[in-house]
């Protein structure tokens, strides 16, 4: 069963046209990393994916079930209130800017959502964010304040919050573009070790050896549609112009 799929999805700002039929699937244990020129729609297929942004036309479905549908001639289904919990509690979200609660501490970060929104027990969801925070190489940060951070260590946080809530699915929007490069690596390692427990991701990003790596399935999309796609090593060997001008333009 896919864990997402998201089937001939159109997507428009006004005239333009930024997601133009594009369909994937992502199952249990499977990375796919989206990879593309800025302006390309990585963001809003992602976004899309997360209920932040409404379709035009397409559909987006959860465990085997259709969240959300939209028939290009203005019928559109989204959940909503106890349907759309369930649907949010599928996934978790790490953006590019972290967005920390500046006035709770690390801890609290992450603890917050399970306790006040899962209603889960405070003393299992502390123990938990604990073993998150060893994971990310922050144990000692439990009581600091995300100013007292660097970049790196903040979004470390940002993803085990996301953690902390069980997601059956992490989205990445390029997670590491706000970092100075020496910060970088550290959180590609942390992204990478979730891979290898089987947790299935969908990550935007600019990393190209990175994506390479971690990746069970890339897509490069360019102005609205997906160029090329498949497994890694097909991607990034392919001979399409687009993908190797954008490789080109990286180098
Ligand atoms: P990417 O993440 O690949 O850089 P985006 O999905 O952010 O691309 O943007 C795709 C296109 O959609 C861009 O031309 C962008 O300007 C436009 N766009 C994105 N969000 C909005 C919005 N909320 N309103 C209007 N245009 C938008
Ligand atoms: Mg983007």
């Not at 994937?24 to 593309?36: F, H, K, M």
């Not at 899309?48 to 079930?65: F, V």
């Not at 123990?127 to 922050?138: D, F, I, N, R, T």
């Not at 970092?179 to 690596?185: A, M």
Request: with cysteine.
């Amino acid at each position: 069963m896919a864990l997402l799929e998201m089937k001939n999805i159109r997507k428009s700002f006004g005239d333009l046209e930024v997601i133009k039929d594009i369909s994937l699937r992502v199952d249990e244990g499977e990375v796919l990393s989206i990879i593309g020129p800025s302006g390309s729609g990585k963001s809003t297929m992602l976004r899309c994916a997360a209920m932040l942004e409404t379709i035009d036309s397409g559909e987006i479905w959860y465990m085997g079930e259709r969240a959300a549908w939209a028939d290009g001639h203005g019928g559109l289904h989204y959940p909503k209130k106890a349907e759309l919990k369930k649907v949010r509690s599928c996934f978790g979200l790490v953006f590019q800017n972290f967005n920390l609660f500046p006035h709770f501490s690390v801890i609290k970060n992450i603890t917050d959502a399970p306790i006040h929104n899962q209603k889960r027990d405070r003393d299992e969801v502390y123990a938990e964010a604990k073993e998150l925070l060893a994971k990310m190489g922050l144990s000692d940060k439990a009581d600091a304040y995300p100013c007292q951070l660097s970049g790196g260590q903040c979004q470390r946080v940002a993803i085990a919050r996301a953690l902390a809530l069980n997601p059956k699915i992490l989205y990445f929007d390029e997670p590491t573009s706000a970092l100075d490069p020496e910060l970088t690596g550290e959180v590609l390692k942390v992204i990478k070790s979730l891979a290898d427990l089987h947790i299935a991701m969908v990550i935007v990003t600019h990393e190209m050896n990175f994506a390479r790596e971690i990746s069970d399935h890339v897509m490069f999309m360019d102005k609205g549609i997906v160029e090329v796609e498949g497994s890694a090593e097909s991607v990034f060997n392919t001979d399409n112009a687009r993908m190797q001008a954008f490789l080109g333009k990286l180098r």
